[in-house]
């Protein structure tokens, strides 16, 4: 029986060829690219650096921040250990650290709203966010085939948490937004799908990297989650405060990167 940090252990393998530019990297670009998955997050912190500034962020989440930043950087490193070695321990790490950075994401940034009837407070919902965590990491064990399309369809519940707060949004900028995460995320997972599904007919025509470019383009749509999430968050926590969406460093540059900034409220006499 080969051992689980052996190469190729994995029960799952992608289009690129393996080994075909080094001896020591089974999925070349792969591996490179699971790089920008990294990348991107840690720009994260920029997002909530304006937070900061303004001081009105609550203990929790001050304390939530170098937590979620750690695990994208797990995230990121896992992402290349399996690319490179394609086996069942990189596979399973890769996974079960995505899985835990969006279990961190929603416990401390779900809003209360949408909180089931029986939960009462945001601590309950730790408990509840951590209980679904930790079953659903003993699934992933059970047939890790299929991780990655479960990991995939908590996509769709992000998107309809995203049309809900847009139905009670006007503000164009923040609709702006959305749609370009939209049509990143729509670009992202229809590459990895025709990597998935379409496999023999982009090695037929020599040009099997759709999945190296999904990680690229995930990225791209997390880069503009993020500050949709933070968004959202200070209306619901900061009611005060008036958050605006920009882009650093200009609206016309080509390639941006998004933030929040805060108006403090005038004070009444």
């Known amino acids: 029986m ?7 252990s994995a029960e799952v393998d992608w289009c690129e060829s393996n080994f075909e530019r080094s001896t020591v990297i089974a999925e070349y670009y792969n591996t490179v690219n699971g790089t920008t998955l990294f990348s991107f997050l840690l720009l994260t912190p920029l ?8 001081g009105q962020t609550s203990l929790c989440k001050d304390r939530a921040l170098p937590t979620q930043v750690s695990f994208a950087f797990l995230a990121g490193v896992f992402s290349m250990y399996f690319h490179m070695t394609l086996s069942y321990v990189g596979q399973l790490l890769d996974e079960l650290s995505i899985l835990w950075t969006l279990a961190v994401a929603y416990s401390f940034w779900y809003p209360r709203v949408y909180f089931p009837r029986c939960i009462k407070s945001r601590k309950h ?20 085939a299929i991780n990655a399309y479960a990991l995939n369809c908590i996509a769709f519940h992000l998107l309809y948490l995203t049309w809900c707060e847009l139905k009670k949004c006007n503000d164009k900028r923040v609709h702006r937004m959305a749609a370009v995460m939209v049509v990143w995320w729509v670009l992202a997972i229809s590459s990895w799908i025709s ?4 496999c023999g007919l982009w090695q037929a025509i020599n040009f099997p990297y759709f999945h190296s470019f999904w990680h690229v383009l995930i990225a791209m749509s997390l880069l503009y989650c993020c500050p949709l999430v933070i968004y959202f968050d200070v209306n619901y926590e900061m009611p005060s405060f008036k958050p605006k969406l920009g882009y650093w460093p200009s609206d016309s540059w080509p390639v941006v990167v998004p933030y929040v900034t805060l108006e403090k409220p005038h004070k009444q006499c």
């Open 2 to 8: 080969p051992s689980i940090f052996s190469y190729q």
């Open 47 to 54: 997002n909530f650096l304006v937070l900061e500034g303004a």
């Open 125 to 144: 919902f730790f408990w509840l966010s951590g209980v679904t965590t930790v079953i659903s990491t003993f699934m992933s064990f059970i047939k890790p």
């Open 195 to 198: 990597d998935r599904w379409l």
